[in-house]
């Protein structure tokens, strides 16, 4: 018996890891006339003349990789370079965006560069950048990237140009994994049990680590294909950069829990190295923490600022982020360090070199997210409704024209629809939405009172040659959800979605357009599945796991059942009393009870092994690491309520 329980989430980050390239059996089509000259125009509408961000960019440079190509123990590709050769090209092709061409080729710059003597960043050999800092007896790391074989490789790298010192405290400016997963890439459980290596973090930082993909992991994980286009092949029509940095690193994620929590707002002194720290918690993460280096005049803003307006509102999915609280964390770093700090440098991205250039960086920041929340608001508060404010809401030309304000990563758009998501919902405040049909029957009935699929059809093809192509793919996406078997519809959405994301400047937007495309010609590919990561089931609380199985249990198996099953982890000394009634697990902490219909006994090791697919329920019980007092068929019925959520199933047509 394998349990739907034993699978319980992977990190949104590890999709590079789950799902392969595509293996096209389609090409990707030209642009259009029209798409070429909404691209031209781009050149006409931003300042390319400024290439200070190149300049910037390239500063500091000591060596890289060749290719920048990376390969793990098993010798699988984590992280290759090679493939982006193709942005060398100084003018973009008409299937990409200038503004995006632009980004990705500041994001083709690879290696190691010196910030400063003595701080050094590895730079586009992952998503984020790893921060190395030389202390009196060894190295500083702050943030070792999304998986080990990429940490290793830029410690290597860093070795081959600087002096080998042994890693002696490591930093994790917050929870997202591409700034912890490769950390046994550089340091060792045992050389930290030994008290050779010191690990940092911000107050929450495992808690966040680990929930935000247990409970609604697999859905964002799907998800996430879409935003990250991470089974896109490079290319002009396909993958040039997320936005946020070039790609995903590929491999398993690690986690080693941090050995100290830094204070609110401590001063430290590490190996040497005086950090003034400065929590921004429940802005872009929910625990995360700036620190600025008196001795080196550099601010690091970790992923408070980037180069680029950042996602209030994810697609992949998340807890929407407060835009106001995320400004006032800027203008506080602006008022702590400004005058002091002569370089900023963050996790993602290029530094800024000079004082003055910091100050007007961090001003045009803080205003983007307070620009975007205040105008959201104020138009709310008119009776806006969300569709209205993403079309109308405008930046500021000063904030327009400044290319760390564009949209990459995060939209205007979308982030307009997070911040009116956050204080209003999904509900408009129309009775006619309150309670609309399920969309499959809404959208068959409207295309029987727009004359049937064949005259939306025909009518359709003829606004998709004027180049109308946003509602082409709105009112395909109508007609495939009446009828996905409609071959016709399909390709001519596949064919508006391609065109949208050869004309998007964000990064995600065009994965998410492409890799729609792409299922709507050729189906979902299936992913590989590669189970949990140990590191992050480890650190797991137990009560995570009972709620991860609340989430999962299938109520028409569950209906008219009365069960209560006592749990226990004997060697953690936890004691939990589930509760299984009208088809909903509710559990109590530190509770037995006298009447349970079982009683459960295992290690947390036993656990470990069963989430981590190396044993299962029935084989431990006969095996006698689990003790079962009571009905045992009472615990077995309980498992085999639960169900396993399918890693693939559809975004761009009905689910069933």
């Known amino acids: ?3 739907a329980i034993q699978k319980l989430a992977v990190s949104a980050f590890s999709v590079a890891l789950i799902f392969p390239v595509l293996a096209h059996a389609d090409t990707p089509k030209p642009a259009s006339d029209v798409t070429a000259q909404a691209n031209q125009a781009v050149l006409d509408e931003l300042p390319f003349a400024d290439t200070q961000s190149f300049d910037d960019a390239r500063r500091g440079f000591v060596g890289s990789l060749p290719d920048g190509k990376v390969l793990d123990d098993n010798r ?4 290759d370079m090679s493939p982006y050769t193709f942005l060398e090209k100084d003018e973009a092709p008409d299937s990409v965006n200038p503004s995006l061409w632009r980004m990705a080729q500041l994001n083709n710059m690879h290696g190691l560069f010196e910030v400063v003597e003595g701080m050094y960043q590895v730079r586009n050999m992952d998503l984020s950048n790893m921060t190395i800092i030389e202390g009196d007896s060894g190295l500083i790391i702050i943030d070792p990237l999304l998986t080990p074989a990429t940490a290793r490789a830029s410690l290597e790298l860093y070795y081959q140009h600087r002096p080998e010192k042994p890693v002696v405290a490591v930093l994790y400016t917050h929870n997202h994994a591409d700034h912890f997963g490769g950390v046994k890439g550089v340091i060792s459980e045992e050389d930290v049990r030994a008290g050779k290596v010191r690990v940092y973090a911000p107050e929450g930082f495992m808690e966040h680590a680990i929930a935000e993909n247990v409970v609604a992991g697999n859905a964002m994980t799907r998800r996430a294909t879409y935003q990250f286009g991470a089974s896109l092949p490079p290319g002009a029509r396909g993958h040039v950069d997320t936005g946020l940095g070039k790609a995903l690193g590929s491999g398993p994620l690690s986690l080693i829990a941090p050995t100290d929590t830094v204070p609110d707002n401590a001063n430290l002194t590490i190996d040497g190295i005086e950090i003034e720290f400065q929590m921004a918690h429940g802005t872009e993460a929910e625990s995360e923490m700036m620190m600025y280096f008196p001795q080196f005049r550099v601010l690091n803003t970790a992923e ?12 992949r999915g998340a807890g929407i982020r407060d835009a106001s609280a995320w400004s006032k964390f800027i203008d506080k770093a602006m008022v702590r360090f400004a005058d002091r700090a002569e ?13 003055e250039e910091i100050k007007h960086f961090l001003a045009v920041q803080r205003d983007l997210y307070k620009h975007i929340h205040d105008q959201t608001v104020r138009m709310m508060n008119q009776g806006m409704l969300p569709g209205d404010i993403a079309e109308n809401l405008q930046l500021p030309e000063s904030l327009s024209q400044e290319w ?3 949209g990459y990563y995060g939209t205007v758009r979308h982030n307009s629809r997070g911040v009116y998501q956050r204080y209003m919902g999904w ?3 129309n009775p006619a939405n309150l309670n609309p049909l399920p969309p499959r029957e809404e959208a068959g009935r409207a295309i029987d009172y727009m004359g049937g699929e064949e005259e939306v059809l025909r009518k359709a093809r003829k606004d998709f040659e004027a180049g109308d192509y946003r509602w082409v793919a ?8 009446a009828n996905p078997d409609n071959q016709a519809a399909r390709e001519l959405a596949a064919d508006a979605l391609e065109q949208l994301g050869y004309q998007a400047e964000a990064g995600t937007w065009r994965s998410a357009y492409l890799v729609g495309a792409h299922e709507l010609r050729n189906g979902v590919e299936t992913p590989k599945h590669v189970g949990l990561q140990p590191d992050l089931m480890q650190a797991l609380e137990t009560s995570m796991f009972f709620d991860a199985m609340a989430v999962r249990l299938n109520p028409s198996k569950a209906a008219g059942k009365h069960l209560v099953i006592n749990w226990s982890v004997t060697d953690q000394e936890e004691d939990y009393r589930l509760n299984l009634q009208n088809a909903t697990l509710t559990y109590r902490a530190g509770e037995l009870d006298d009447e349970a219909h079982a009683s459960v006994r295992m290690t947390r090791e036993v656990l470990d092994s069963i989430l981590l697919e190396t044993t299962t329920f029935p084989a431990a019980v006969q095996a006698g690491q689990i003790q079962i007092d009571g009905s045992t068929e009472a615990f077995f019925d309980l498992l085999q309520m639960f169900e396993e959520p399918s890693a693939d199933f559809p975004i761009i047509e009905p689910v069933n």
């Open 1 to 3: 018996m394998r349990s």
């Open 76 to 79: 699988h590709v984590a992280w």
């Open 304 to 315: 408070i600022t980037s180069q680029h307006l950042h996602n209030i509102y994810t697609i």
């Open 343 to 355: 370089i900023l440098v963050a996790q993602h991205h290029w530094p800024i070199w000079e004082r």
């Open 404 to 406: 760390s304000a564009r």
């Open 427 to 429: 509900y408009d405040g």
């Open 474 to 481: 709105s009112v395909m996406r109508q007609l495939i959800y």
